[in-house]
Each structure stands twice: as C-alpha cells, then as structure tokens.
C-alpha cells in the first residue's frame, strides 16, 4: 500500500533555533500534504494543508510565518518550525491522500 | 463537517471480540465513514471504510446502520497490539484532496 514516510522521528532544539521536517510520499504522487500537531493525550489538530507549486493553506490560529510549508515536489513536502520555543514541543504529523488517508510516523520535537 | 460521536474509552479482554461504536447523526448522503487507528507514538494508519453495506477486511469489519447514523468497527479477536486510539471520520464520496478531521476518537486497552 501507500507509504509515507516522515523525517526525523524525533529532535531536540534549543529554543531559538529552526527544525526542518520532511514528508515524502514514496509509491504514489501527492499534490495536496498535511500537516497535523498533537498534544499529549489529545487529538490530532490540522496545521495545514500544503499545495504542490503553491502556497499553503493554514487553518485558524496557525502562525504561518512560523511554521514555513514547503512543497516543491509532488513527492516531498517540508515544515520548518522557525525560532522555536518550548510551547511548540509536540508531536508534528505529515498526511497524503492516496484513496484513503495515509500518515507518516511522526516527530517528536522538543525544544529546549 | 458532519460531526462524529465516540467513547472516549474503553476496555476489552484479550483475544475477545470489541465492539467500538459511533454516532455520526448528521451524516449526509454522500459521506463515507473511516476508521483510523492511532498506536502510541505513531501516526495514525487506516483501518476501513465503508459506505453503507457492512465491511470486511484483514483488520476489522464495519457494521453501519441502516439509516446510517451510526456505525461500529469490529475487532473479531483482539490482541495487545489492538491497544490503540480509534477514529471515526466521515468524508465526502467525492473527497479527492479533502483533509480528515479527527475527532477525540476511542482509546481502546487490552487487558491480557
């Protein structure tokens, strides 16, 4: 089936600094990527949705010029948490469509 | 989005077959319902989905309801390894790119 697959499983940074993370879909091509945060013992919470050749699309509340989407292939979209702080420690999930939903691992950032 | 309603827990013996419900009353014609899973620490990965006859597949089967306001996944048998967060997510038949919203879904235990 379709995979995608999410670089780095995890990272620590310290505060102030930028993380990059890349979401690539390996077997299938994907205009549209996902891209999700998750508290602890929470839900899944939708960032944003990145478009292959142009802008992403960021839902309410969603600081975009923090959190930079890049998706420059129809395989590989980036998010780069920019001067990260510790409110932004989470669990970062990126997600393509191929008939039905498919998710990469995750990263786990923590920023310290 | 048509809104879906879950336990938020529940629990289940091992190798015993668990039934996870969901209410989704304000399902429209048109909606597919989805289950996801969520094991810790990992994205989530697709379960099944169905439209309105009962599904099966390697993983689980899907029971919907006749007038289609509510569903139930079926584990026949589960192990340790079922020990998850199950989402339940409508989304449109003609959903194409459209993002999945999750709900707070069902953390499901396995007692050995």
């Known amino acids: 089936g379709a995979v995608v697959s999410q670089h780095p499983s995890r990272v620590i940074c310290k505060s102030g600094t930028s993380v990059k993370i890349e979401c690539r879909s390996l077997?299938?091509?994907?205009?549209?990527m996902f891209w999700y945060r998750q508290f602890p013992k929470k839900s899944l919470m939708l960032m944003a949705t990145?478009?292959?050749?142009?802008?992403?699309?960021?839902e309410q509340g969603v600081e975009k010029d923090k959190f930079l989407i890049n998706h420059a292939s129809l395989t590989l979209s980036t998010l780069t948490v920019t001067s990260a702080h510790p409110e932004d420690s989470s669990f970062y999930i990126c997600?393509?469509?191929?008939?039905?939903?498919?998710f990469g691992s995750g990263t786990r950032l923590t920023v310290v | 989005d048509a809104k879906t309603t879950q336990p938020n827990s529940m629990e289940s013996n091992e190798e015993e077959p668990v039934h996870l419900p969901c209410n989704h009353s304000?399902?429209?014609?048109?909606?597919?319902i989805h289950w996801y899973r969520q094991l810790p620490s990992q994205g989530p990965e697709y379960v099944i989905h169905?439209?309105?006859s009962n599904v099966n597949n390697r993983m689980a089967s899907l029971a919907i309801a006749e007038d289609r306001k509510s569903s139930t996944l079926i584990l026949h048998r589960a192990t340790l390894r079922d020990a998850a967060v199950y989402y339940c997510?409508?989304?449109?038949?003609?959903?194409?790119?459209?993002?999945?919203?999750f709900g707070t879904g069902t953390r499901l235990t396995i007692i050995p």
């Open positions: 077997d299938f091509q994907a205009t549209t």
């Open positions: 169905g439209l309105t």
């Open positions: 990145s478009n292959e050749g142009s802008k992403a699309t960021y």
């Open positions: 997600s393509a469509i191929d008939g039905v939903g498919t």
């Open positions: 997510i409508l989304r449109p038949i003609h959903f194409g790119n459209e993002k999945l919203t």
């Open positions: 304000t399902i429209s014609g048109t909606d597919y």
